[in-house]
């Protein structure tokens, strides 16, 4: 399911979502197993077997993911950047209104 | 020193990772005065090492993140007191792990410095501070989905990230935790992986993190500050987390940086009543 904002942003102005970086990844696919949010998406008979399929279902700030993989191939983006983001487009719409 | 533990390395081939693990077990156990379980081994013959895990505090060291000793320490129903994960540890050293299973100078390096940094963390254990600064009484709403008892403190201090934490708020210091919907989603949780007192923390950063058979929560911090107190009785029981998360179960204590400037991304009561709600009913629909 998908959340529609974050703190008062609408989800999709957020970057935040996992990279695999696939010369790392082993398709063991403990991330699919954990995530609860169907982020990610098995292509069982394509080269690429694991996608991130829903990006706007990450939890902005989760990286529980990262946590269960072994090769260490999900990153995210910058913390400290996001959140100066989601603050300059609350300063934005608070202009707006 | 780390003194009297049984401790319990992945002993995994699949990386490189796994063979240090091996080999700061060996080193920590060549002053004859802890004992190492062999993860293979400890699969087909438990009695030979219930005893050793019975009688020490367990040191679990995983290599990677796929943490097949703690699962296995888990699977086992041992008490982790003490855990590293030898991937992070090297990430955190500014270690690049090589691609095989020979541990070259640079992994030689590794197992030294984290084999010092063990020894001196257990006697620094002895004498850092934990007290509490604040004293919190927590008035709940509580709702139920199912067997599931959700309580959520709504005393006008205590504010949420949307990443369940929550921080009870005394002018420039405030006390933090994760909220019930974490705890019901790990289960029983097994290990606490504290922050350290005086690190200095960004809003929604890592405050340390918890960890069930099931997953890894790492905590995101509500305020940006200096943590000035940890709860240590988490580290030797963090199934009071379970038990309580807002009162026992507390994890940390910050002197607040921006408490201000902070909260304007942080909510009230109502409203995670409100998103915890619809998280709940929303991992009911799947």
Redesign the interface.
Known sequence: ?SETT??GVERNLIDWKPTIDYSKCDY?M?CVE?C?HKVFEVRENEEIRLIVKNPLNC??????C???????ALSFPD??L??QR??DI?KEMESHD | MIENYAILPCNGLDKCAGAISRELAIKLCENDKNEIICPVHFRVAEKKYNKIAGDHPLLVIDGCQTRCASKLAAEKNLRIIKKIIIAEEAKGHGIELNDNLRITDQERVLIDTLFNELNREEDNILSSSGESALSCEFDYETFQNGKFIFRIPKNGEVLYNENDCWAWVNENRARIGVTDYVQQNLSDILYFYPPEIGDEIDQFGELGSIESSKAVFEMVSPFSGKVISVNEKLEKNPELINENPYELGWVAELELTDPEGDKELLIGFEKYLEITKKKVEDANVR
């Open positions: 399911m974050f703190m063991c403990e954990f609860p939890v902005v700030f989760c990286r529980a990262s946590k269960t993989c072994g090769p260490d913390k400290n996001t959140t989601i603050k609350r």
